[in-house]
């Protein structure tokens, strides 16, 4: 059996509040998938990594000039959405400040220390963060796993393009029903 290891990708709370300053709907929608995801892959021990957007304050970032700032640091808006209930223990927070959740961090070595094969995807922005995820996953020789009813962006269309575009190219694209029937078989 291939070890297997959960990433949620940037559920901040400026993607997912209301109040966010980058909040889209369609990452409400996803949450509770995700929530019932988190608490299933724990039952398995599975690595749990939570990805975190945070741009440094007062610090210049190239990506914050062609976009609206969001998730700054110490503004609360790059705090976990809380209803995700992160175990300090057990589970991993990697901070980024690119789309890749590999690009300038130890992603990567957290994935090997744990002795990764599969990497289960979950979280928001389908078009940016997942897809350069999954790409740079892809590229390190991980297997891409990308559950469709827990990623989101703020078009369906889009977020459907690039779901056909990782099952083409980069990985697998199941459901979370389709993950807890592999869990069960003990193929993941």
């Known amino acids: 059996m291939n070890k297997s290891a959960l990433i949620i990708v940037d559920m901040v709370k400026d993607f997912t509040d209301p109040e966010g300053l980058v ?3 369609q990452n409400e929608q996803v949450l509770p998938v995700i929530i019932r995801v988190l608490e299933e892959c724990r039952k398995y021990d599975m690595p749990v ?6 741009y440094r304050q007062g ?7 062609n976009m609206r700032p969001n998730c700054i640091e110490g503004s609360g808006g790059e705090d976990i959405d809380s209803r995700l209930n992160v175990d300090p223990v057990h589970d991993y927070v990697i901070r ?5 959740g590999f690009f300038g961090t130890d992603l990567d070595l957290v994935l090997r ?3 990764v094969k599969n990497v289960i995807i979950v979280g928001t922005k389908t078009n ?3 897809r350069a995820t999954v790409t740079d996953a892809y590229y390190l020789d991980y297997h891409p796993i990308v559950l469709s009813d827990c990623v989101a962006t703020n078009s369906e269309e889009v977020n459907r393009v690039h779901l056909e575009d990782i ?5 697998t694209v199941m459901t979370s029903s389709e993950l807890f029937e592999k869990l069960k078989e003990g193929v993941l």
């Open 128 to 130: 940016c963060c997942i």
């Open 96 to 100: 980024k400040r690119r789309y890749s």
């Open 49 to 54: 990594i939570f990805l975190q957007h945070c």
């Open 113 to 115: 220390e744990n002795d």
């Open 23 to 25: 909040y889209y709907p």
């Open 59 to 65: 610090k210049p970032d190239k990506n914050l000039v």
């Open 167 to 171: 099952r083409k190219y980069l990985g």
